[in-house]
């Protein structure tokens, strides 16, 4: 994976999104939020998680908007892919994953 905000010295540090909050409210609209923390790798190799708090700064939140359109980058190296998904391209997968994972619970294999 690329990391996000890499410093490298007697410490290194960067940044990951360490959990993601995706809201779908019966009636009203949809919403994701990342939260963040910081990752900082000490001189004898230890590792430190120091929480991001940044969702009252206007952090990292977004409404869905099915037209809206999102860049995609390769995670393994940080490139940009040349190609895009849109909010609705990414509520399918979603909704799909949803389904898929109802169907095997709802399913369970018979021993």
Known sequence: MALYREQVGQSSTYTRSNQITISNPLNGLPSISFSEENIITLPDASVLHQSVFNMGMGGLAI??????????IN????????????HQELMVILYSLYRQLTTIRDNPPVI
């Open 63 to 72: 409404n869905y908007d099915p037209s809206a359109v999102i860049d995609l």
């Open 75 to 86: 995670p393994d190296t940080d490139a940009p892919l040349g190609t895009s998904a849109t």
